[in-house]
């Protein structure tokens, strides 16, 4: 892969899109920068103290999801290789980009997952029995749906990736990027984060 390129990844909210940020800042190939309260935050390629420091955080058991959900600065007209960009629900791809897109095949894990997150379709919303089940109808009707974005470079599924470690070499290898242990623990504790929904789902 052109290692010229900046890393992209796109998907759709619910899909695992954070996590593969932190597991591929965890290789020590990329940077990125975030806004935390009107102050910038970077983290270089390679500090893995700031990265362990900041996925913990972010994925702490017992906060809900979103409550510390960080978000990169976007740069899509930065021509640094080593920025990591991330773009949930985007209407394009960042250009000049290895454009990667982690997907859930199930619409019914999806509909599950970003009802237990609070995210997507039910984010800020009064979650109620009846909100759920037109939601629920919604989804099962559009038969247009899917959680892949569209004209990406490289595609995986997510429950997949997470529960099969041949899936995540395949990544690193397609990225020409180191697979260290650093990013299997963070596959450890983000797979332990979804205990509950491993009983009803493909986590």
């Given at each position: 892969?052109?290692?010229?390129?900046?890393?992209?990844?796109?998907?759709?909210?619910g899909c695992g899109g954070h996590f593969v940020h932190y597991f591929l800042l965890a290789s020590g190939k990329y940077s990125?920068?975030?806004?935390?309260?009107n102050y910038k935050v970077s983290i270089?390629?390679?500090?893995?103290?700031?990265?362990?420091?900041?996925?913990y955080v972010q994925f702490d058991k017992s906060r809900k999801w979103l409550?510390?959900?960080?978000?990169?600065?976007?740069?899509?007209?930065?021509?640094?290789?080593?920025?990591?960009?991330?773009?949930?629900?985007?209407?394009?791809?960042?250009?000049?980009?290895?454009?990667l897109c982690p997907f859930i095949r199930d619409r019914k894990d999806w509909f599950r997952t970003v009802l237990y997150k609070k995210t997507n379709i039910f984010r800020g919303k009064k979650i109620d029995t009846s909100l759920i089940r037109k939601k629920y109808t919604d989804l099962m009707n559009d038969t247009e749906f899917s959680t892949k974005i569209q004209g990406c470079d490289y595609y995986f599924e997510i429950t997949d990736f997470v529960n099969n470690l041949s899936h995540r070499s395949n990544l690193c290898e397609f990225l020409s990027i180191p697979h260290n242990d650093l990013m299997e623990e963070f596959v450890m504790h983000y797979n332990n984060c979804h205990k509950a929904l491993g009983r009803k789902t493909s986590w």
């Open positions: 892969m052109d290692s010229s390129k900046r890393t992209a990844i796109n998907y759709m909210g990125s920068d975030y806004v935390i309260k270089d390629a390679g500090n893995y103290k700031r990265i362990k420091q900041q996925f409550d510390r959900e960080m978000w990169p600065v976007r740069y899509n007209y930065d021509k640094n290789s080593s920025r990591l960009l991330l773009n949930c629900n985007p209407t394009e791809l960042a250009p000049d980009a290895i454009n």
